[in-house]
């Protein structure tokens, strides 16, 4: 009979989360100079009829050999968000603007959102965490590649 009840309640929960979006999944920005502030932004989008807590920060982006992990913010980067949660009601959206700043170039930093719905009758909370990935180069066109391309190759997970 639990594992009954958390299986509606998982399903329940997932249908809400379905409704969910972060826009843009991720976004390439120019800076000329390392340590100068980039502004960046993403929207979440709540489409359910519920309202939803945000709670956002700022990681870093590395790979595993096998996909993306989000460490603790480097050092080399500093992130300061006009807030870092927020409710977004039911039908609508909310912006997030944040201020990048990196030491050298190239840059990833990736602004993770983390998604509350209305806990279960059991009192169980569900979170979600969405992405939006921040790629920074002193030419913004290819950004990503060059990014994505040190990311996944010149780390070494062996150690």
């Given at each position: 009979?639990?594992q009954?009840?958390l ?75 006009n ?11 909310h ?6 700043r ?16 209305k ?24 950004c ?16």
């Amino acid at each position: 009979m639990r594992q009954l009840i958390l299986i509606i309640s998982i399903l329940s929960f997932a249908s809400v989360l379905q409704a969910q979006s972060i826009s843009p999944p991720w976004q390439e920005a120019k800076s000329a100079k390392p340590g100068k502030s980039v502004g960046v932004e993403f929207t979440v989008g709540n489409n359910a009829v519920v309202p939803m807590t945000v709670l956002v920060e700022a990681r870093t982006p590395i790979s595993n050999g096998e996909g993306l992990l989000f460490e603790n913010l480097s050092s080399t980067v500093s992130v300061r968000l006009n807030q870092a949660s927020f409710k977004v009601a039911p039908k609508s959206t909310h912006t997030v603007l944040a201020d990048v700043r990196c030491q050298s170039y190239p840059c990833a930093v990736a602004l993770m959102a983390t998604l509350f719905g209305k806990p279960a009758a059991n009192g169980m909370q569900v979170a979600i965490q969405f992405p939006s990935i921040v790629y920074i180069c002193p030419k913004s066109k290819g950004c990503r590649d060059t990014i994505q391309t040190d990311i996944f190759h010149h780390h070494n997970f062996d150690k």
